[in-house]
């Protein structure tokens, strides 16, 4: 079960800025760091975003991550077409023990 | 660079088992956490279970606790998952990941199994 609530969907027209928010509670995003994770159609995820608001090398500065109290966004400025696919947060939570992934986000780019 | 390649899916009947694979290389496998984390078929991800870098502590979700083991083989740089007692909702692409910078930061590129009768 996702503890982490997405928005289904989102969009936006090529150059523009589209934010996806996650939220969460105090046992999960409220005391641990955010992740966000990319999943083109019919391929693995890939890690965008951890700590929060941090890019792993080879991510472009077209994406980023920020987190408030129980709450975290992803935005991605200047959309491009490639940026079509499923975005996911996840974070460790701490009275499951466990992971939890946000519900996906699909991004259309119209 | 990082690899990760899963094996052991397949077709089981409810109530049988199966021992997923996940064999590493190109970095050191004995310094990090491991991961499963599935995906039902047009669903979203689900964690499923980590083993700590030295296989001392484990954790699993709710619904695969007391049928799932993970564990490792560090000789071998392989991840496993034996799963026992399947469901038909245990239907689903497993992935094998890496645990790094609070999260997965590697993934293979998944085995599916498929749990029906």
């Known amino acids: 079960q996702s503890v982490l609530t997405q928005p289904p969907s989102a969009s936006g027209t090529p150059g523009q800025r589209v934010t996806i928010s996650c939220s969460g509670s105090?046992?999960?995003?409220?005391?641990?760091?955010v992740t966000w994770y990319r999943q083109l159609p019919g391929a693995a995820p890939k890690l965008l975003i951890h700590?929060?608001?941090q890019r792993p090398s080879g991510v472009p500065d077209r994406f980023s991550g920020s987190k408030s109290g129980t709450s975290a966004s992803l935005a991605i400025s200047g959309l491009q077409s490639e940026d079509e696919a499923d975005y996911y947060c996840?974070?460790?939570?701490?009275?499951?023990?466990?992971?939890?992934f946000g519900t996906g986000t699909t991004v259309t780019v119209l | 660079q990082v690899q990760l390649v899963e094996s052991g899916g397949g077709v089981v009947q409810p109530g049988g088992s199966l021992r997923l694979s996940c064999a590493a290389s190109s970095f050191t496998f004995t310094t990090y956490a491991m991961h499963w984390v599935r995906q039902a078929p047009g669903k979203g991800l689900q964690w499923v279970a980590i083993v700590s870098y030295d296989g001392t502590k484990k954790h699993y979700v709710d619904s695969v606790k007391g049928r799932f083991t993970i564990s490792r083989d560090d000789s071998k740089s392989t991840l496993f998952l034996q799963m026992n007692s399947l469901k038909p909702e245990d239907t689903a692409m497993y992935y094998c990941a890496r645990g790094n910078l609070g999260g997965f930061d590697s993934w293979g590129q998944g085995t599916l199994v498929t749990v029906s009768s």
């Open positions: 700590s929060n608001n």
């Open positions: 996840a974070a460790w939570d701490d009275s499951l023990n466990g992971y939890v």
């Open positions: 105090s046992s999960n995003i409220g005391i641990n760091t």
